[in-house]
């Protein structure tokens, strides 16, 4: 018996289409039809199907009129250049009007289908431009939710985002009355596991009308695996209908939400009853959350600029303090509580060989110690992070609450030259929906039985307790610590400069302080040679003061 992980699940070839879609797949170099789902002859007039295998559409002009009539199929080869594109079109076939989506992947070019639905509720009062006003990233997604509430109008809608572990949390939220609220809680990252992850990446918008309805099989001569990663009726695995069936939905709906060139996020949708929408409302939801996207991009953006800005101003006074002491440690320990401060740690350790100095809330000097010794055996970089030190070293280490988080940056290896930073152990308490502890169960996949992660049953709030973690070190901490290791190198190197300018010149006075005294002493038996020594000095002495006085 297999045992299959989530992120092995092959879910974007999974054989089968959802019932709204009708798909043919046609050759990119030949144009000849490869495959098929067995519904198309609920809209097309064929009567055999098989005959259409190694055939060309127009192969058949009355029952594929429609299709070789309209523009997109007409251009075809201009349209099906570069993969992933997908054009759309409308047409008529038996009187009923369908969205025709055309897109080529890979050696393929997919011709999709679904009817159109006419959306009576559907008003857009909202400027495209509303995102960019708001001065408040939360008040972003609020909007965004309620201005595709007026498009598609699922019992819940929510604001999913990924978390650094692949994990996710529910930022913002609208629902019904009736429905129970999953504000704040956190979801495992075996929900949606790597490949799925990949998918919204790439297939941007993802609706599955009706997880109880039968799925369409596809039909191909090859017996080949269908990669239908950009189809919209693509089917859904079996897992994950049964997860959806487990949350009380029937029908589910998502755009991605990608920032940076990242998938961020999701906007996810559930219904408590089947429901489809509409390819328009769908593309219309996906241009709102692009716009939600950019507008949180741009307000993020600047809000770092802004904090860049601050940083810089307080890493240029700093380097005025720095310079005004005569060595690198004097300059650390004088300006201690800023460099605390500048990371938003709770304390500090200055090391340098011997020396230790400590600032704020920090371990005892015995653990301080015992956390050199472990840096210099267990680290190589010269910069290490950690959030969950305490949690992980705490015991072998006998470290307290204080050292809970922890920054280790080596000035200068080899002499014992470094800098701590602590935080201490934070409160951590983490609302899950259900339980996130994997179970195991058995299903049957082509005839053979394999062992899968199964999706849970219950979304009733579990709350973990993590100890011996501190608060996050976010990005703008990490662009604090690189400002004061890019401070420590200039200023250090400039210390070193003036230290060594001013070297010379005092071995140049001294020098000049030798030769005068052995003239000195040379020439103490004779009176009238210093004398005359002395005169000359003098004589010096006044003409470099008129020189002076005439300039």
Not at 57 to 70: G, H, L, M, R, V
Not at 515 to 539: C, E, R, W
Request: aromatic share 10%.
């Amino acid at each position: 018996m297999n045992f299959v992980e989530c992120h092995e699940e092959p879910i974007h070839i999974p054989g089968y289409i959802q019932s709204f879609g009708y798909l043919i797949g046609i050759d990119a170099g030949s144009h000849s039809i490869t495959f098929f789902s067995k519904n198309i002859e609920d809209i097309f007039n064929i009567e055999n199907k098989e005959i259409l295998f190694d055939k060309k559409i127009t192969d058949f002009p009355e029952s594929f009129k429609s299709i070789i009539e309209s523009d997109i199929y007409n251009s075809l080869n201009r349209f099906t250049q570069r993969e992933n594109e997908t054009y759309f079109d409308k047409i008529f076939i038996r009187d009923k009007e369908y969205h025709f989506s055309v897109f080529r992947n890979k050696a393929h070019i997919f011709l999709e289908f679904e009817e159109v639905l006419k959306n009576p509720h559907k008003r857009i009062s909202n400027k495209y431009d509303s995102f960019y006003i708001v001065d408040n990233a939360q008040e972003i997604w609020e909007q965004l939710l309620n201005t595709l509430s007026r498009i598609v109008n699922y019992d819940r809608m929510m604001v999913y985002k990924f978390m650094m572990d692949g994990s996710g949390k529910v930022i913002a939220e609208r629902r019904g009355e009736d429905m129970e609220s999953y504000l704040g809680l956190h979801y495992p990252e075996s929900d949606i596991p790597r490949q799925a992850r990949e998918l919204y990446y790439k297939k941007r918008k993802r609706i599955f009308s009706n997880v109880y309805a039968e799925t369409v099989p596809l039909l191909s001569k090859r017996q080949e695996d269908i990669d239908l990663t950009y189809a919209a009726s693509r089917g859904m695995s079996p897992i994950h209908g049964q997860y959806v069936k487990n949350s009380g939905a029937s029908s589910s709906f998502s755009v991605s939400i990608i920032i940076d060139d990242h998938l961020w996020g999701l906007v996810t949708c559930q219904n408590s009853k089947p429901k489809h929408i509409d390819l328009e409302d769908r593309v219309q939801a996906g241009i709102f959350t692009a716009l939600a996207s950019n507008a949180y991009s741009s307000f993020k953006s600047k809000n770092e600029l802004n904090y860049r800005l601050e940083l810089n101003e307080k890493s240029s006074e700093l380097k005025k303090e720095f310079l005004k002491q005569n060595s690198l440690l004097d300059s650390l320990i004088e300006n201690k509580t800023q460099i605390k401060n500048l990371p938003e740690a709770d304390g500090l350790a200055i090391v340098s060989d011997e020396t230790l100095v400590t600032e704020g809330i920090t371990p005892n000097r015995k653990a301080i110690g015992r956390i050199i010794q472990w840096a210099h055996e267990n680290t190589e970089d010269n910069i290490y992070i950690s959030r969950n030190f305490l949690r992980n070293h705490g015991e072998e280490l006998d470290l307290d609450k204080n050292s809970a988080g922890i920054v280790i940056y080596f000035i200068e290896r080899s002499k014992n030259n470094m800098l701590i930073w602590f935080r201490k152990e934070f409160d951590e308490h983490i609302n899950w929906a259900g339980n996130p502890e994997k179970k195991i169960e058995v299903f049957s996949q082509n005839g053979e039985e394999r062992q899968i992660i199964s999706p849970r049953t219950s979304f009733q709030i579990f709350t973990e307790n993590i100890k011996g973690n501190s608060k996050r070190w976010n990005s703008r901490n990490i662009a604090a610590l690189q400002s004061i290791r890019d401070l420590i190198l200039e200023t250090s190197h400039k210390n070193y400069n003036t230290i060594k300018r001013l070297n010379d010149e005092l071995k140049k006075v001294n020098e000049e302080l030798d030769s005068f005294s052995y003239t000195i002493s040379h020439d103490l038996g004779t009176p009238l040679t210093v004398m005359k020594l002395n005169a000359q000095m003098l004589l010096n002495s006044l003409t470099d003061g008129s020189e002076k006085s005439k300039k």
